[in-house]
């Protein structure tokens, strides 16, 4: 039993030094914050980090392929938009209307995902290109279909379903299918083969385009749930709703998390918990009262610090080695 | 050479933990001569080269004495101060550099106009001009170097080896990447530095080249040194024993193949450059060598017969009991398997374990149906089985791939490709780099599975190997089918026939 607690630390090296980082975050906080560990503000918190680690879950595929997705907040803002604006189109806005609104705003992320993927698996163009791109597009039809005056309002009952228990609910299932999808399933071993050496997937029989085009897909799926999480706090969507800005905690999550960002290497799981790291600072910098312009120079310290820290990590390994 | 070079060894021992890499190895070089050394992967050659190179250090107790001195080599740095030059078996150039530039890159200080930045580019093209002048190598000095053949980038290396004042050579494997025609210039320019005074170390796995080249052999095994002598006293039987101690036993090959019923018909295959137009058949149980010299189109033959490069015209039959259809690449690639000559680039997949590594190639064998949930347990018992089967030399099957020998590497693919089990196995240059040992036991793994029905197509620029497994070979020359020889009638000869012709019908 021992022995396999230590093998699981050994394995999980990343997880536990995270779990440490939460743990220290949530020290500091409860005592310099009054009232930080009470059950509205902990609940709250966790909704909170919902969108961001959920859309990180997303990105983590397309990270492991070696790929990048930059326009998550765009395709999020742009899906929500377009879900809205079919759920607004009616007279009486009936539940019926609100699920199939949802259901659509999901085919919308799906779409955009797909548009990516395409342009990268099949025509092989640059991820960080077609992505920028994307994010372009995306919040330009958000803020076309969105209108000028924006869209009105949802009926309550929207924002009373997806409320924060049911948003919480999302932030533990969605993330542990998507992790067993990665870590358990065949499609998921692919992505990492894929990740690992592209030539030698293609040589091992295995589809590379199909799973590249499907990991862009999941982003963009990932951000169309996150969407909706958004909808139901906004109750209604903007374009404005996913900020340029946010793909940086979204990446920052991932690599905080672990993911490698040239692909073979991470997991959902421990680029969730970066995004925990990730909102519990911008809420540390929030609460201290930090000034914006501070908590954006010491988040992005912090990044280049994650980052510093797996490349010694590497350098040092290579050494060893020799 | 004004004062006589020497190098002497004295006990050297190299404990790494667990291992003794190297266990008081004492031998002596001689300027004038080429010293080959041999020996298995793991065997320490490369601990011996990297302790000579100042990359590692030695363990107390033994000496290193260069010239008559007793001496350490802490760094890199002071290897080239001893005049200790690596030539690399993977040839370092910066592609965007002319040649001068190249030979001269290490240090660039020594080569500026006085005190300014600027460099003083007369004087160093004479200085490189006067190098390349002793190599016998007639390149331009201001050609960029991707523009080289490898060959000509390997002078580069040697001639750097030069101007940094270089007297004791390493050459490791300098011969893998190089064709027929360019190993027989390297090794003139070798003898020619060895009349020169120079002291040639010469490691390689090629023993043919051993006997042709090298004065005296040093073989190591485990770390030991287990035979040196005058390579005229040698034979090749005596030297495997000193580097395996014991006899290889090559399994003698039955011919295995099914005349009868063809597996697969290629017609007509062309590509965008190379191949062109070759057709041929392929029978069950053959194993059939394809053979061409370096850049004759052989590994095009096989991308493009399986889809990975474009296929401009031709179509492939295939057949499981002599019906043969039409097939897609596609549907082709679920019947085969390719192990590529690059290892290292579509091979394998270097940081993942073995196990995983095996698996891939049927990675749906072992997942549900409906969600595709992978079986972890039988994923490793079936890689263990596959690891004792091609006897993958390893801890366990989590083990990554990258810090397994070549050989070993290359039995993992071997093993990777034995599970999916496939009707045909395409192989290019399945025992490159691979070392004696092994390689005699992927032979005998060739063998039993053509008896079972496996065909193989395999490409090999060993002619001996290729001559030694076949059933039959054809030629190919500029992408082109030139010649079709069996059995029966392997020489040298024979298979040369179709490529003079191929050359003779282009000078027309």
């Known amino acids: ?322 | 050479m004004e004062k006589k070079l020497s190098l002497q060894l004295n006990n050297i021992s190299k404990t790494f933990p667990g291992v003794k890499a190297l266990s008081d190895v004492s031998f002596t070089a001689n300027p004038g001569e080429v010293l080959g050394v041999v020996g298995v992967n793991g065997a320490g050659k490369s601990t011996m080269m990297n302790i000579l190179g100042g990359l590692l250090q030695p363990d107390k107790g033994g000496s290193i004495v260069i010239n008559g001195e007793n001496v350490k080599i802490k760094n890199p740095k002071e290897a080239e101060e001893l005049g200790i030059a690596f030539i690399q078996q993977e040839v370092q150039v910066f592609d965007t550099l002319n040649v001068f530039e190249n030979v001269l890159a290490s240090d660039f200080n020594k080569w500026t106009k006085g005190k300014t930045p600027f460099l003083n580019k007369k004087d160093m093209k004479a200085e490189v001009k006067k190098h390349l002048d002793a190599l016998d190598c007639r390149i331009d000095l201001e050609a960029p170097a991707y523009s080289l053949t490898v060959g000509e980038k390997q002078m580069i290396q040697i001639a750097r080896a030069l101007s940094q004042g270089g007297q004791i050579l390493l050459f490791d494997e300098p011969t893998a990447s190089l064709s027929d025609h360019e190993t027989a210039k390297l090794f003139e320019i070798i003898n020619n530095l060895k009349v020169q005074g120079y002291i040639i170390f010469y490691i390689s796995h090629y023993l043919d080249e051993i006997f042709e080249l090298c004065d005296r052999v040093l073989a190591l095994r485990d770390g030991n040194k287990t035979g040196e002598a005058p390579v005229v006293e040698l034979s090749k039987e005596q030297l495997v024993n000193f580097m395996l101690g014991h006899l290889v036993e090559g399994a003698e090959r039955k011919d295995a193949r099914d005349k009868d019923e063809i597996v697969m018909k290629a017609q007509n295959i062309s590509g965008i450059k190379f191949p062109k137009d070759v057709s041929f058949d392929l029978h069950r149980g053959e194993i059939l060598g394809v053979w061409g010299l370096l850049g004759s189109g052989r590994s095009e033959l096989f991308n493009t017969l399986l889809g990975i490069d474009k296929k401009t015209d031709g179509k492939v039959l295939f057949g499981k009991d002599g019906k043969l259809e039409e097939v897609t690449h596609k549907q082709l690639y679920k019947h085969v398997g390719y192990l590529t000559e690059g290892r290292h680039h579509d091979g394998l997949f270097l940081d993942m374990p073995i196990s995983k590594n095996i698996t891939s190639s049927v990675i749906g064998r072992f997942a549900s149906k409906l969600l595709g949930i992978l079986n972890t347990k039988k994923e490793n018992e079936e890689s263990r089985t596959l690891m004792k089967q091609v006897n993958v030399k390893a801890v366990d099957e989590n083990m990554i791939v990258s810090k397994l020998s070549g050989g070993n590497q290359q039995k993992v693919i071997i093993s990777k490709w034995f599970l999916k089990n496939p009707d045909i196995l395409f192989m290019d240059e399945p025992t490159k780099g691979v070392d004696v040992g092994a390689k005699t036991e992927i032979q005998n793994l060739i063998f039993e599975k053509s008896e079972n029905g496996m065909s193989f197509v395999v490409i090999s620029s060993e002619l001996e190997e290729i001559m030694n497994i076949c059933d039959r070979i054809i030629v190919i020359a500029e992408g082109k089918l030139v010649g079709e020889v069996n059995r029966e009638e392997f020489s040298k000869e024979a298979l040369m026939a179709g490529i003079v012709k191929q050359e003779e019908n282009d000078e027309n």
């Open chain 1, 1 to 322: 039993m021992l022995k396999k607690i230590k093998l699981f630390g050994q394995r999980n090296k990343q997880l536990l030094g995270m779990l440490v980082a939460i743990a220290g975050m949530i020290v500091v906080l409860s005592l310099t914050v009054e009232n930080f560990v009470t059950w509205a503000n902990i609940t709250n918190l966790l909704a909170q980090v919902a969108p961001i680690a959920i859309m990180a879950a997303g990105v983590t595929f397309v990270l492991i392929t070696g790929g990048m997705d930059i326009s998550c907040p765009a395709v999020m803002a742009a899906s929500s938009v377009i879900g809205v604006a079919f759920m607004t189109s009616f007279e009486v806005i009936t539940g019926v209307h609100l699920v199939i609104g949802c259901i659509i705003l999901l085919l919308a992320g799906a779409f955009f995902g797909l548009i990516n993927g395409a342009a990268i698996a099949k025509l092989k163009m640059v991820p960080l290109v077609v992505t920028l791109s994307m994010m372009t597009v995306a919040t330009g039809l958000a803020t076309v279909v969105g209108g000028g005056v924006g869209l009105p309002v949802l009926p309550s009952s929207f924002s009373n379903f997806f409320n924060k228990y049911t948003v919480i609910g999302m932030l533990i299932v969605i993330p542990a299918i998507l992790d067993f999808i990665l870590t358990g399933t065949s499609f998921g071993r692919k992505v990492y083969y894929i990740g690992n050496k592209e030539e030698t997937a293609r040589v091992s029989g295995i589809n590379t385009d199909n799973i590249i085009l499907t990991v862009y897909v999941i982003a963009g799926v990932c951000a169309a749930l996150a969407g909706i999480i958004n909808t139901a706090s906004l109750a209604t969507a903007r374009a404005t709703m996913g900020p340029q800005g946010q793909i940086l905690d979204i990446i920052s999550a991932a690599v905080i998390g672990g993911v490698a960002v040239n692909g073979g290497r991470g997991r959902v799981r421990d680029a969730v918990l970066g995004a925990f790291l990730i909102v519990g600072i911008n809420n540390v910098m929030n609460l201290l009262g930090v000034s914006d312009y501070y908590t954006t120079l010491i988040k992005g310290s912090i990044i280049i610090f994650a980052m510093g820290i797996s490349s010694f990590k590497n350098y040092y390994l290579a050494r060893k080695a020799a």
